[in-house]
């Protein structure tokens, strides 16, 4: 799937969006709100980490969130189209453990936080039910770079008063537009005089995050686990 054919088809589905408002059909919309919390990974392999040389590292989820506000557009009783505007936090966790003459055990623990503005346009596909209706969906996501930090701590288990924490920040160093695709499931269920949905879906990269001359390609994966309410 190419970015050109991505960015085409969120363009299209705002277009639509547009003109069903300017032309007497908004009261088709469907408004909304989210959030959750996102189980943020890479696939960069630990033993590749080169910011400690001679440190064993390995590799953990890091917890993370979003939240956004969604429009969608039942085409039928079975099927409808969402557009979300999400702030998105991706990103990864490694902890890695290094000897050191006269310092002893050394642990080091290396946050990399990735903050996105994450497009997602989704097919949903509803499976039926009179009052909870379960459905599945499908999309791709067009993210731009808001932020990337990396974030350094290390502490020494001998010798007490060495200690580091520093964050860089490298941003400059990451590709500004990241392009995925997200698959999930969901549940839609009336509460009052509106509508509350739980999700869980799993969002993976598509397109390389890193764009550094030399530095290993990665791609973002992420377990979104979500809930909101649609009016």
Do not use: C, W
């Not at 547009?18 to 996102?38: E, T």
């Not at 596909?125 to 999309?139: D, M």
């Not at 290390?154 to 924490?165: C, K, L, T």
Request: charged letters at 15%; glycine letters at 8%; aromatic letters at 14%.
């Amino acid at each position: 799937m190419s970015k050109k054919f991505l960015q085409m088809a969120i363009l299209f589905f705002t277009i639509f969006i547009l003109h069903q408002a300017m032309f007497g059909q908004f009261q088709n919309l469907q408004f909304g709100i989210k959030g959750g919390l996102n189980l943020a990974n890479t696939d960069e392999d630990a033993a590749s980490m080169e910011i400690v040389p001679g440190a064993d590292f390995e590799k953990n989820i890091y917890p993370a969130y979003n939240i956004g506000a969604f429009v969608e557009y039942p085409l039928s009783q079975k099927f409808s189209l969402q557009l979300s505007a999400l702030y998105n936090v991706k990103g990864v966790k490694f902890q890695g453990v290094q000897v050191e003459d006269f310092v002893g055990l050394i642990d080091y623990f290396i946050t990399e936080k990735l903050e996105y503005l994450s497009l997602p346009l989704l097919a949903k596909f509803n499976l039926g039910g009179a009052q909870a209706k379960p459905y599945v969906f499908l999309g791709p996501e067009t993210s731009y770079l808001l932020s990337a930090d990396v974030n350094i701590t290390a502490d020494a288990m001998v010798m007490s008063g060495v200690e580091v924490d520093t964050t860089m920040k490298v941003t400059d160093d990451l590709e500004s537009l990241e392009f995925g695709l997200n698959a999930g499931l969901g549940i839609e269920f009336p509460v009052s005089s509106f509508n509350a949905f739980f999700e869980a879906s799993y969002g993976f990269g598509l397109t390389n995050v890193n764009n550094l001359e030399g530095a290993e390609d990665f791609k973002n994966r992420l377990i979104y686990l979500n809930a909101g309410i649609k009016f």
